[in-house]
């Protein structure tokens, strides 16, 4: 069985297998506090532009998600985003079990903007029962979103004009930040992403780590306590230098970009490929996530020897489905399945 299911079937990349090994034996001190994880911050901190942010880590995205947002917010405010979000959708309601209601918007091809946060921002305030309210306090994006789609720089730089103007925390879900930087067309830097928001990550699970995310806090208002809510709320590994040994390596001589870009590239030979054979995407996506529209006897017949992802269905005899590549997806396997597509 070959597996499109996602982008973190596989294990981690060599080289960062290669570190765990040859530091396995070395002691450090716990919690996030050697000089691995310092390095690595350091590391990433140069690589967003960003000297005075504060980064953290992680071992997992809905992890970062909800402690992030809990540590932000009070105990009567909520979190904008998209309709098919993360937070709203994927996340068994982590983020409503901290206490924090999700208030989701229509999205469009996975994304809001910000006219939207403008107006849920008004229509709070402007009604005479706002105190009977949730009130909206951050907005939350993902880049790439989950249907594969990318914000612009434009678009950024406008969420993040009106979360100045309204008082409202930019984050930003950056679980597959590598395959979003590395897509053709992007105009879309680290840098940038650490100029318009006031937090997100870098995810490492889907982007070549065995596991972790770096949270990157550059609003100073979160910055104080977060160590707090990460211990909180479980996240505070023990042997934490098995996470900054990680991003330290995938943020040396580029590899971070490097993996990222290999993993767009077989996307790109994949919608190629099954664009010449004639099947119609669901949506138009240049990240490793490629939605196709599938005839149900043929989405029987594929998934004898594939694993692939059911999205939803799409009229009486036709499905939606989702095809990821990842940074260790082999060309070979690309071709045996455009093959039998």
Same mark, same amino acid.
Not at 102 to 111: I, N, Q, S, Y
Not at 214 to 243: E, T
């Given at each position: ?5 996602? &982008? ?65 917010? +009070? ?151 977060? +160590? ?43 919608? &190629? ?21 599938? &005839? ?21 005899? +036709?499905?939606?489905? +989702? ?9 070979? &396997? ?8």
């Amino acid at each position: 069985m070959i597996l499109f299911n996602s &982008d973190y079937t596989e294990g981690a990349h060599p080289k960062i297998m290669q570190r765990l090994m040859e530091t396995n034996l070395e002691q450090t001190v716990g919690y996030g506090e050697d000089e691995y994880c310092e390095t690595a911050r350091d590391a990433i901190r140069k690589a967003c532009d960003a000297p005075e942010a504060d980064v953290h880590f992680l071992v997992g995205g809905t992890q970062a998600n909800f402690t992030v947002i809990s540590s932000a917010l +009070r105990s009567f405010q909520g979190v904008l985003c998209a309709d098919s979000g993360h937070i709203n959708v994927h996340e068994t309601g982590a983020v409503e079990a901290t206490g924090h209601k999700v208030l989701a918007l229509p999205g469009t091809d996975g994304k809001i903007n910000a006219k939207q946060v403008k107006e849920a921002f008004e229509l709070h305030w402007k009604d005479d029962a706002h105190e009977h309210i949730v009130q909206p306090k951050m907005v939350y994006i993902s880049h790439p979103t989950e249907l594969g789609t990318l914000y612009t720089k434009a678009e950024l730089e406008a969420l993040h004009d009106v979360c100045q103007e309204c008082g409202l925390y930019l984050y930003l879900d950056g679980a597959r930040m590598g395959y979003g930087l590395a897509a053709p067309g992007t105009d879309v830097t680290l840098a940038d992403v650490a100029r318009y928001c006031d937090v997100f990550y870098i995810g490492g699970t889907k982007v070549g780590a065995l596991f972790g995310e770096a949270v990157v806090i550059c609003n100073p208002l979160l910055k104080p306590d977060f +160590r707090y809510c990460i211990k909180q709320h479980g996240g505070m590994l023990a042997k934490g230098r098995l996470l900054g040994l990680q991003f330290l390596e995938l943020f040396k001589d580029g590899l971070y970009y490097e993996i990222s870009k290999h993993a767009i590239d077989m996307a790109m030979l994949l919608k &190629d490929g099954l664009t010449k054979k004639g099947y119609t995407f669901f949506k138009e996506s240049v990240t490793n996530q490629q939605f196709i529209i599938l &005839d149900d006897t043929k989405l029987e017949e594929i998934t004898k020897k594939y694993g692939v992802t059911y999205q939803e269905r799409y009229d009486e005899s +036709r499905s939606v489905i +989702r095809l990821c590549t990842s940074w260790a997806t082999k060309e070979e &396997d690309v071709k045996a399945f455009l093959e039998d597509m």
